[in-house]
Nanobody, 122 residues
Framework: QVQLVESGGGLVQAGGSLRLSCAASGRTFMMGWFRQVPGKEREFVAA????????YYADSVRGRFTISRDNTNNIQYLQMNSLKPEDTAVYFCAARWLSRRLTTTLEEFDSWGQGTQVTVSS
């Protein structure tokens, strides 16, 4: 089982930036980020293929967020710019390590991090 540990969340003003990191304990294929606010379902934010050649974004973050990965150190990142109050959520790192198939579907990820809070003030 691959373990994931996120870091980098915090409080930022609207228009500001944050970078989230997710360290994996082993090799992974597709990796991604999801977010959740109280009372709502966890939603897809971004994902990246195993070699980093393909990236996917939710419409709500495209152009503001950038996902990347460092396969040498088994780390993925989410650079979040031009943050808005509606980006406030707990952000979860996710990874696939049982299958190479590309997906952005929550249920198809094999491991999850513990979550990190991102709060954007207006």
């Amino acid at each position: 089982q691959v373990q994931l540990v996120e870091s980098g969340g915090g409080l930022v003003q609207a228009g500001g930036s944050l970078r989230l990191s997710c360290a994996a304990s082993g090799r992974t294929f597709m990796m991604g980020w999801f977010r959740q606010v109280p009372g709502k379902e966890r939603e897809f934010v971004a994902a990246i293929s195993a070699n980093g050649g393909s990236t996917y974004y939710a419409d709500s973050v495209r152009g503001r967020f950038t996902i990347s990965r460092d396969n040498t150190n088994n780390i993925q990142y989410l650079q979040m710019n031009s943050l808005k109050p509606e980006d406030t959520a707990v952000y979860f790192c996710a990874a696939r390590w049982l299958s190479r198939r590309l997906t952005t579907t929550l249920e198809e990820f094999d491991s999850w991090g513990q979550g990190t809070q991102v709060t954007v003030s207006s």
